[in-house]
């Protein structure tokens, strides 16, 4: 009996899908990881990474089949920076192609900036990895042309990319940066994939453009973390980091303590004082600290609305 259990339970579980991170990361896209200079993309890329091998969940979503991970770096020798978070993340043996250890590489050839798409497709092939692998290319600014600024250039590059990694069946995740500005409508950035570094065709002619902001820019004691993709609904993420610099899920702005807290109050949108609300939250517990932190992310998920000073309602949808 408990052969025929065990055979019915490998009936009924869901095949794995095929694709890295289905409807964010598929097979044979070009995806685009932007952030400012310095905001700390290559940590989480570590763990990202990292995530993809081990088959965790990656913001709630399972990974699917992954054949194979590496990394071509550009700007700086392997060990001038990407190895130590790849080794603090616990992701060491990752392959990885690094353009400027490499000395039988003429750095001259990149100046034919209307060859460098098919260069990068060349480096992501010296990490002779098979179909169905994730590959991060960091950064890969200067491989869409040579002005990012130019539409037909970047749209044009980025249609060779994704040709080259249809025919590999390989997913690249390109790291690009972003100007580094308040995240507010007054500065013109209504949406945060709109404060690519670029033309608009870096984000019109890529699968998903995923986007990290730095608590500096959001003037929040967190960070920003969103993916935006052509197959699915937006979706955003709040992270902090911890001593090892690497990311981890913000203290106290969870979903869970978000749920919590948006149980205080009543549904019917009444007023509540902070004072009453602290009360109630220590009783969870949740500290002072934390409940301010949530009542940050509600509010800024339009969840929870400030009346006037020290006054919180839910918001009411009608």
Same mark, same amino acid.
């Given at each position: 009996m408990?052969?025929?259990?065990?055979?019915?339970?490998? $009936?009924?579980?869901?095949p794995?899908?095929?694709h890295?991170?289905?409807?964010?990361?598929?097979r044979?896209s070009?995806?685009l =990881?932007c952030g400012?200079?310095g $905001?700390?993309?290559?940590? &989480?890329?570590?763990?990202?990474?990292?995530d993809?091998?081990?088959g965790?969940?990656? =913001?709630?979503h399972?990974?699917?089949t992954?054949?194979?991970?590496?990394?071509? &770096?550009?700007?700086?020798?392997?060990?001038?920076?990407a190895?130590?978070? =790849?080794?603090?993340?616990?992701?060491?043996?990752?392959?990885?192609?690094?353009?400027?250890?490499?000395?039988?590489?003429?750095?001259?050839?990149? /100046?034919?900036?209307?060859? /460098?798409?098919? =260069?990068?497709?060349?480096?992501?092939?010296?990490?002779?990895?098979? %179909?169905? %692998?994730?590959?991060?290319?960091?950064?890969?600014?200067?491989?869409?042309?040579g002005?990012? +600024?130019?539409?037909?250039?970047?749209?044009s590059?980025a249609?060779?990319?994704?040709?080259g990694?249809?025919?590999?069946?390989?997913?690249? &995740?390109?790291l690009?940066?972003?100007?580094?500005?308040?995240?507010?409508p007054?500065?013109?950035y209504?949406?945060?994939?709109d404060r690519? +570094?670029?033309?608009?065709?870096l984000?019109?002619?890529?699968?998903?453009?995923l986007?990290?902001?730095s608590?500096e820019?959001l003037?929040?004691?967190?960070?920003?973390?969103?993916? @935006?993709? @052509?197959?699915t609904?937006a979706? $955003?993420f709040y992270?902090?980091?911890?001593?090892?610099?690497?990311f !981890?899920p913000?203290?106290?702005?969870?979903?869970?303590?978000c749920? /919590? $807290? &948006?149980?205080?109050f009543p549904?019917?949108?009444?007023?509540?004082?902070?004072? !009453? +609300? +602290?009360?109630?939250?220590?009783?969870?517990?949740?500290?002072?600290a934390?409940?301010?932190r949530?009542?940050e992310?509600?509010?800024?998920?339009?969840?929870?609305?400030?009346?006037k000073?020290?006054?919180?309602a839910?918001v !009411?949808?009608?």
């Amino acid at each position: 009996m408990s052969k025929q259990i065990a055979r019915a339970k490998i $009936v009924c579980q869901a095949p794995a899908s095929r694709h890295p991170l289905p409807g964010i990361i598929q097979r044979g896209s070009l995806n685009l =990881f932007c952030g400012a200079s310095g $905001v700390g993309k290559s940590a &989480l890329l570590a763990t990202l990474m990292r995530d993809l091998r081990d088959g965790r969940l990656i =913001f709630g979503h399972q990974p699917g089949t992954i054949t194979g991970l590496g990394i071509v &770096l550009t700007d700086r020798p392997w060990n001038q920076g990407a190895q130590q978070w =790849f080794e603090r993340a616990g992701f060491p043996e990752i392959r990885y192609y690094s353009l400027l250890d490499d000395r039988s590489f003429s750095l001259s050839k990149l /100046r034919r900036k209307h060859e /460098r798409a098919q =260069f990068a497709l060349e480096f992501v092939d010296k990490l002779k990895l098979p %179909a169905g %692998a994730v590959i991060a290319l960091d950064p890969g600014g200067q491989f869409f042309g040579g002005s990012l +600024l130019d539409f037909d250039t970047c749209a044009s590059a980025a249609q060779e990319l994704t040709r080259g990694l249809s025919d590999r069946d390989q997913a690249l &995740l390109t790291l690009l940066h972003t100007p580094k500005a308040k995240n507010d409508p007054r500065s013109g950035y209504i949406r945060p994939q709109d404060r690519v +570094l670029g033309s608009a065709a870096l984000g019109a002619y890529s699968a998903t453009q995923l986007v990290l902001i730095s608590p500096e820019e959001l003037d929040k004691p967190y960070y920003q973390f969103s993916w @935006h993709s @052509h197959l699915t609904k937006a979706e $955003v993420f709040y992270l902090d980091r911890d001593e090892h610099g690497l990311f !981890v899920p913000y203290s106290g702005a969870d979903e869970g303590n978000c749920q /919590r $807290v &948006l149980l205080l109050f009543p549904d019917d949108g009444t007023e509540v004082a902070f004072r !009453v +609300l +602290l009360e109630l939250a220590e009783a969870i517990p949740l500290s002072k600290a934390t409940l301010k932190r949530v009542l940050e992310v509600l509010m800024e998920q339009e969840r929870v609305a400030k009346v006037k000073h020290g006054v919180y309602a839910r918001v !009411v949808l009608h």
